[in-house]
């Protein structure tokens, strides 16, 4: 038998996340912010003045690759960093007032996205693959944790 990658799970979703990636990525330059740096600013949108740790434990990436993030984003004049006022190691990460003005947009930008590469969907068909690709998630989140 034939193994066809159009038949992978894991082929179709490695190709749908590209596809996402790069259709917001046109959207996000424009506004002067990366994919990678859209779910760190959602977590400061929700709740500014998080910490590093704080950022990490809600944001699925690697400590190297957030520290690497937060750089770029404090280059951009995305967020600022200040001490926190009672652990010296720690640092509180708050958004500038120009990224604050982003939310909208982006927000915006994020939902043009998916309403461009989903827009062939039905209401109830693109709510079942949402919740199809959550639960996806959260089985090879689970997959992980026992190996």
Not at 55 to 78: C, K, S
Request: aromatic share 6%.
């Amino acid at each position: 038998m034939r193994f066809s990658r159009n038949d992978s799970a894991t082929y179709l979703a490695a190709q749908l996340a590209k596809t996402f990636s790069r259709a917001l990525n046109k959207r996000a330059a424009a506004l002067g912010f990366s994919p990678g740096q859209f779910p760190i600013l959602l977590e400061l949108w929700n709740e500014d003045g998080l910490t590093q740790r704080q950022l990490l434990d809600r944001v699925d990436v690697e400590q190297a690759t957030l520290a690497n993030t937060l750089a770029r984003m404090e280059r951009d004049g995305l967020i600022e960093r200040r001490p926190h006022p009672k652990d010296r190691r720690a640092q509180i990460i708050e958004l500038t007032e120009r990224a604050r003005e982003l939310e909208t947009q982006a927000i915006s930008a994020s939902q043009a996205t998916d309403d461009a590469m989903l827009a062939r969907l039905l209401k109830f068909e693109r709510c079942l693959l949402i919740e199809y690709m959550t639960r996806a998630i959260d089985n090879a989140k689970v997959s992980e944790q026992k190996s």
